[in-house]
């Protein structure tokens, strides 16, 4: 039983620069905090006390938390979590070249 | 159709059903063509609006200079703007933005400041309210922030959209500046029970977000959540896979954004279909793929589509 949860490049240091990890948990709440328990220090980069942290973005299955259940959200074997910084974008960003 | 003059031509774009994308009658798609504006997209309608309020609140006056971080649609939307207007537009953009771009903006007589490419458009915002603070006398619009960005889609996309498909069910656009999603959305809300809001935003590749600061992330002032149903991130081999199925089934040409938002809302028809529910389904083209062909995401497989768009910011 597990649950994929890739990680921005920022938050590698909590992780030993691994891209992906794994864990388990029936809510994200709970996969947070059993990802806390092999990395240390990285709920508090994720969660502050009025829950996710305002830049921070975290995807179920490519769909945002916050409008699932958010810390609440159920998760379930097979799902992928994906964690982001949130950044200005959309229609008006740049293309380089 | 007669205008009086081109900026009298912005919006009152086509509606068009996409009959072979669609899983069938009861679930439907419609594409709001936004890249038969003026110059090709769908900022023609904020630029024209923020400049309008502007106007009106007495902050642009004639020979006044236009200062706003953009590197793309918006700025050059604005530029076609302030040329017919008779302002001077000065747009700062990361380093990184394709020549394609600069060469239109200084082709509509708008002056380029760069900002560095490791900070993306965050940096650019960063780096044009550092020069509002310099030249006071300067006007900056803000697309993320100033409240005539969504206005322009509550006054016209939404109502446009409204008119030619009543029974909409569900709004799918693209989450940048949230001007569209906010207006139309809130528009749509106030006429439609239960309708549907739904984001699409780009999920770019790691070197994009690179080492980016989770404490100094950027979130649009313009953003209310509460008018969002959900939103999807897309990453750049899905919005390329529907940009090629929009072009080989419908026969749209659109840029890479688009394929983001088609995405999107495919998901939310199949999910419809799943549960047996009828649905209208209205997606933006914000424009066609014109300016992204140098970006190599409309030659080869997609693989190579991928690999290219990797560290590009591609919406």
């Known amino acids: 039983m597990s649950i994929e949860v890739r990680i921005p490049t920022i938050l590698r240091t909590y992780t030993g620069g691994e891209k992906a990890v794994e864990g388990d948990g029936a809510t994200l709440s709970e996969l947070i905090a059993d990802l806390e328990s092999r990395h240390p220090g990285l709920r508090a980069r994720l969660i502050d006390d009025k829950g996710l942290r305002r830049f921070v973005n975290v995807y179920l299955n490519d769909e945002d938390v916050r409008f699932l259940g958010g810390l609440e959200t159920e998760v379930a074997d097979g799902d992928n979590i994906t964690v982001l910084p949130a950044v200005a974008g959309g229609a008006d960003t740049p293309v380089s070249g | ?315």
């Open chain 2, 1 to 315: 159709m007669r205008y009086d003059s081109l900026l009298d031509s912005v919006g009152r774009t086509p509606l068009v059903g996409l009959p072979r994308l669609s899983p069938g009658p009861d679930v439907r798609l419609w594409a709001k063509l936004e890249d038969r504006n003026p110059t090709g997209s769908v900022k023609d309608r904020p630029a024209l609006w923020m400049v309008e309020q502007a106007e009106k609140d007495g902050l642009l006056r004639p020979g006044c200079t236009i200062l706003e971080p953009t590197s793309g649609n918006t700025g050059i939307s604005l530029a076609m703007v302030a040329r017919l207007k008779g302002y001077r537009l000065v747009c700062v953009m990361p380093e990184n933005t394709s020549s394609e771009r600069r060469q239109l903006l200084e082709m509509w007589g708008a002056e380029i400041v760069s900002s560095p490419a490791a900070g993306g458009s965050n940096e650019a915002v960063r780096v044009a309210k550092a020069l509002a603070e310099d030249h006071p006398d300067w006007v900056m619009l803000y697309q993320y922030g100033n409240p005539a960005n969504a206005e322009s889609h509550y006054a016209t996309t939404g109502p446009e959209i409204l008119e030619d498909l009543p029974s909409i069910t569900h709004f799918v656009a693209g989450l940048g500046t949230t001007g569209t999603l906010m207006g139309v959305g809130r528009f749509l809300r106030e006429r439609v029970p239960g309708v549907q809001i739904v984001a699409a935003e780009p999920r770019y590749g790691e070197l994009v977000y690179g080492l980016r600061n989770l404490d100094e992330g950027f979130v649009p002032e313009l953003y209310d959540e509460s008018v969002l149903t959900t939103r999807y991130a897309v990453g750049p081999r899905d919005a390329v896979r529907r940009v090629r199925e929009l072009l080989d089934n419908e026969g749209l040409f659109v840029g890479i954004s688009t394929g983001a938002i088609l995405h999107a809302a495919l998901g939310v028809a199949a999910r419809a279909v799943q549960d047996g529910q009828r649905a209208d389904i209205a997606l933006v083209v914000c424009d066609g793929g014109w300016k992204y062909l140098s970006t190599g995401a409309y030659a080869g497989t997609l693989d190579d589509a991928e690999a290219r768009l990797e560290g590009q910011l591609w919406a």
